[in-house]
């Protein structure tokens, strides 16, 4: 007897056989209807700000769990934990100097946990650490992430080096996963707890950039203003949208195995 396949594995599988245009239509299509969603059932959006800050606690506390497990940080991207400790320091130090609230408790948190990954990555379990695979030159985001932070900046009140400090912050984490990316484009294969730590952070990163989309939507374009005048508030919008889509392909393919039942996610070449 032939086995009834369910509405949402007969809906996977259609979309599965469609062209890469057709699938990127249809991701764009669902990620404006998870907003749409979103804006309905989140009556306070800056919720959304704290939830994808909690989603980000979430993936360090299993990277954690499997750097403690494991005993092996192999397929982890030393150089993605140092960009993230430093967009996270830069961005607590604005928050202490500029607007104290319950961010900065978060970024505290989860500056601490980044850190630890960092010294056990380094010290303690340098053996399994993957050295030659974590070959993206930090330069490539840096240099570009400082010169845009100078060039453009909120135009609040605030000292000039705060502001750039601000804008410095914001560029960086839009970009810190990238080595990570180029690890696992490296390896082809990646082991389930980094699979859910990178897909913790593609949440995340969406959670974030809905949050400023609807707050734009909420205030008409008011917020946009109220950030400063400008190229700034536009920087920030597409900062945000920048590393949701940079995330979105990996997404993919990790809910793809997801439904497939595989333990172990494969990248096609070129994914990343």
């Not at 993605?80 to 609230?101: G, H, K, N, P």
């Not at 180029?182 to 294969?189: D, G, L, P, Y």
């Not at 940079?246 to 996610?265: E, M, P, R, T, W």
């Amino acid at each position: 007897m032939k086995a009834v396949k369910s509405p949402i594995h007969t809906v996977w599988s259609w979309v599965r056989r469609q062209p890469p245009k057709v699938k990127a239509f249809l991701a764009v299509v669902t990620g404006m209807a998870a907003l749409v969603l979103l804006r309905f059932i989140v009556h306070d959006h800056d919720n959304l700000f704290v939830a994808a800050e909690a989603v980000h606690s979430i993936g360090i506390c299993v990277l954690i769990y499997k750097l403690m497990k494991e005993k092996t940080c192999a397929g982890l991207s030393l150089k993605s934990q140092e960009l993230t400790a430093i967009f996270l320091a830069v961005r607590l130090y604005c928050s202490f100097v500029m607007e104290y609230d319950i961010h900065t408790i978060l970024d505290l948190a989860t500056l601490g946990t980044t850190l630890w990954v960092i010294f056990m990555i380094r010290f303690k379990l340098r053996a399994s650490y993957m050295e030659d695979k974590d070959n993206f030159a930090l330069y490539y985001v840096l240099v570009p992430c400082v010169v845009l932070a100078v060039l453009i900046y909120p135009s609040t009140s605030h000292n000039i080096l705060n502001r750039i400090s601000w804008a410095l912050c914001v560029y960086l984490e839009a970009v810190s996963v990238l080595p990570q990316l180029r690890v696992m484009q490296n390896t082809k294969i990646v082991e389930p707890f980094t699979a859910h730590y990178v897909f913790a952070l593609g949440v995340a990163r969406f959670l974030s950039c809905a949050h400023w989309v609807l707050q734009v939507v909420d205030t008409r374009g008011r917020l946009l203003v109220a950030l400063g005048y400008g190229l700034w508030p536009s920087m920030v919008l597409i900062s945000e949208i920048v590393q949701t889509f940079i995330l979105a392909d990996f997404c993919y393919y990790y809910v793809k195995s997801v439904f497939g039942g595989q333990l172990v996610l494969r990248l096609p070449s070129g994914v990343v």
